[in-house]
């Protein structure tokens, strides 16, 4: 049984002070033995001050970071500052990244596997806009973005992929339970054609796209299903603890 997984991401949202009282309210309200992985993923500005509050059952990362270990590289950050300042994983490949950021695949590999020889975990998104699926290249989208970047070279034990539909980051539209499902067990079985049959049924695959507390269980009850990466509703703390209870063992 592959464990549920919830990780809010901020975005570029929240003041310090805001994002205190944010995870602080979370924490609170986290059920006992939730049995569900939880972190959330705010500013890289709020990462230090956050890892000192931060309970155990809550952990941190990262939006994004850069492939170099340092150098002359203005305005960027490198895995081993995410790890020195407490945390634990990274987003690499979001939609955002990719659409507004210009992010290519050839890019985005560099970032991942920096990040894993560090020994940060990493959530690599994957997803196709609006317009790809109304052409009917959902699967040639997703082949594309999966084989580009993971593959024989890239440990997968510590990577979860998010299949976000950039359709429905951020505009309330969600991916029926059906169209989700389709989707991961197409990503899975693609997988297992990279790795092997292990690999592809230990792989979380979250959705992410409007994920809120009304719609989280029936999301994440599909087979496939195994976790949310959660844009808007992660900032506040009700909404997000509603999505991780409709995420617990039934
Ligand atoms: P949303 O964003 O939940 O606000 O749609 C999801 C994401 O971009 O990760």
Redesign the pocket.
Known sequence: MRKKYVAG?W?MNLTLADAKALVQGIAAGMPANAGVDVAVFPPFVLLHPLAAVIGGSIQLGAQNCHYEASGAFTGEIAPQMLLDVGCKSVIIG???RRHIFGETEELLKKKVMAALKVGLKVIY?VGEKLDEREAGQTEAVLHRQIHKVLGADVPLDEVTI?Y?PVW????GKTASPQQAQDAHAYIRGQIGKLYNAKAAEAVRIQY?????ASNARELLGQPDVDGA??????LKADEFLGIIKGAQPA
């Open positions: 991401n975005k979001h939609s955002e998104c998010a976000e429905a980051i951020g505009t992410g796209g409007s994920v809120k990466l959660v844009g808007g509703a992660s």
